[in-house]
């Protein structure tokens, strides 16, 4: 059983390793430090197995939507507070073409797929295991979120902590109108 322990423990601080490697020898700053500035830059590479389905989701497969990208995991407190507020705002502009995705890490998929049902979360999620479109995304915590224009850029503003629905309501006004 020691060695079992052993070997996870060194597998962990090996993904760990290589999350820090990818930070630090990244392509620059992470789109949010761009986004802040006021810049709009293309959005990275987003393509992940569904946690809500089968198969994987790909943000180039949303091209001409906007598109609204909310980083969570399941134990995060701001990220329950804010979890039924996105999803209502998710419902309330599916009508308008409007796509919320969804990016859970660090969370097994049960205890992921259990917050979905708790917080009534019926948008697209996706699951990236242990976290590597952080760095890319410039994420420091969670939650974040991104808001996409039809163009496939991410545009500001961008939210860190819980989403207030007037935040969320900004975002998306500016990526329809981008």
């Given at each position: 059983?020691?060695i079992v322990r052993v070997a996870v423990v060194a597998a962990v601080l090996g993904?760990?390793?290589?999350?820090?490697?990818?930070?630090?020898?990244?392509?620059?700053?992470?789109?949010?430090?761009?986004?802040?500035?006021?810049?709009?830059?293309?959005?990275?590479?987003?393509?992940?197995?569904?946690?809500?389905?089968?198969?994987?989701?790909?943000?180039?497969?949303?091209?001409?939507?906007?598109?609204?990208?909310?980083?969570?995991?399941?134990?995060?407190?701001?990220?329950?507070?804010?979890?039924?507020?996105?999803?209502?705002?998710?419902?309330?502009?599916?009508?308008?073409?409007?796509?919320?995705?969804?990016?859970?890490?660090?969370d097994t998929k049960r205890a992921a797929?259990?917050?979905?049902?708790?917080?009534?979360?019926?948008?697209?999620?996706?699951?990236?295991?242990?976290?590597?479109?952080?760095?890319?995304?410039?994420?420091?915590?969670?939650?974040?979120?991104?808001?996409?224009?039809?163009?496939?850029?991410?545009?500001?503003?961008?939210?860190?902590?819980?989403?207030?629905?007037?935040?969320?309501?900004?975002?998306?006004?500016?990526?329809?109108?981008?």
């Amino acid at each position: 059983m020691r060695i079992v322990r052993v070997a996870v423990v060194a597998a962990v601080l090996g993904l760990l390793g290589l999350l820090v490697w990818d930070v630090a020898h990244g392509s620059g700053p992470g789109v949010e430090q761009k986004v802040d500035k006021g810049r709009k830059v293309p959005a990275p590479k987003l393509d992940l197995p569904r946690l809500d389905a089968d198969g994987r989701l790909s943000l180039a497969s949303l091209r001409g939507k906007v598109v609204v990208v909310n980083f969570w995991e399941s134990y995060c407190v701001p990220c329950k507070q804010e979890a039924r507020r996105v999803a209502d705002t998710a419902r309330r502009y599916e009508k308008r073409g409007v796509v919320f995705v969804g990016v859970n890490a660090f969370d097994t998929k049960r205890a992921a797929r259990a917050y979905l049902g708790r917080y009534g979360v019926d948008y697209p999620n996706i699951r990236d295991g242990v976290g590597t479109t952080f760095g890319r995304w410039g994420v420091s915590g969670v939650p974040e979120t991104f808001f996409i224009d039809r163009h496939g850029r991410v545009v500001p503003p961008h939210i860190t902590g819980p989403a207030s629905t007037k935040d969320l309501e900004n975002g998306i006004r500016l990526a329809l109108n981008s």
